[in-house]
């Protein structure tokens, strides 16, 4: 069986998740580099993979696959060898509907407040040789710690050491990439000192040995 394709290098946050769930999963994979700077995301090729001509795009056998976190579903369902390795808990319905819960908090809520803080300090000076527009970072810093709030008196509340219960889910993963660019690449990781659940939390997530292998290749170099 051909290993499955990761279009798109770790380098690419959207990416590292995929490859985040199949190292979790322990499945081969290999990853074809996409040339951003050269725009080969815009190509026809890749655009046949991925129609919004975006990275990453996923190749398994006959199936082509894209948007990140469908794929990284995709992953976890087919190749989880265990109900340990469930990362979807999808065999407790109550468990299943608390990571779906808080895998669609990180889409709608949390990265929405984290993106321009990570593209505004990481993306667009590695890439574009900008300076952060502190606007820009002052109003998403805002908005980041409004969502924060709700984490922290989650995870208080509930005494819960992941974020859908006493257990690591894809719920968890979900937030690695983009959290992991802010702490490592960004002058805001203190933001996180004002939230100690959401401190021992994120520690407990960064012990994960499929989390830190993949960590080692997502730098963004100018
Ligand atoms: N919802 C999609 C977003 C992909 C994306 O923005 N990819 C970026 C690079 S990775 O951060 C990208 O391709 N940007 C170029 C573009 O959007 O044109 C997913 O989760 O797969």
Redesign the pocket.
């Known amino acids: 069986m051909a290993p499955v394709k990761v279009f798109?290098s770790a380098v690419?946050?959207?990416?590292a998740?995929v490859m985040a769930c199949l190292e979790e999963v322990g499945v081969e994979y290999e990853v074809v580099e996409v040339d951003?700077m050269a725009r080969e995301?815009?190509g026809l090729k890749h655009l046949a993979r991925?129609p919004?001509?975006?990275?990453?795009a996923f190749q398994d056998g006959d199936i082509m696959l894209?948007?990140?976190?469908a794929?990284s579903k995709y992953v976890l369902r087919k190749y989880a060898k265990s109900a340990q390795d469930d990362l979807l808990r999808e065999g407790n319905p109550e468990e299943a509907a608390m990571v779906d819960a808080w895998t669609e908090v990180e889409a709608h809520h949390y990265f929405p407040a984290m993106a321009p803080i990570f593209y505004e300090c990481v993306v667009y000076p590695a890439r574009l040789g900008t300076v952060p527009d502190q606007k820009i970072v002052g109003e998403s810093l805002e908005k980041l710690r409004k969502v924060l709030d709700v984490y922290e008196a989650h995870l208080s509340r509930t005494k819960s050491k992941y974020l859908a219960g006493n257990f690591f889910s894809f719920a968890d993963l979900n937030h690695f990439p983009f959290t992991f660019h802010i702490m490592t690449a960004t002058p805001h990781a203190s933001l996180f000192d004002s939230y100690p659940h959401i401190k021992a939390w994120w520690a407990r997530v960064m012990a994960r040995p499929s989390l830190k292998k993949i960590s080692t290749h997502m730098e963004i170099k100018p």
Not at 12 to 15: G, P
Not at 66 to 69: A, D, L, Q, T
Request: proline residues 5%; aromatic residues 20%.
């Open positions: 798109g690419f946050a959207n990416a998740r951003y995301h815009k991925n919004f001509g975006q990275i990453p894209f948007e990140s976190r794929i």
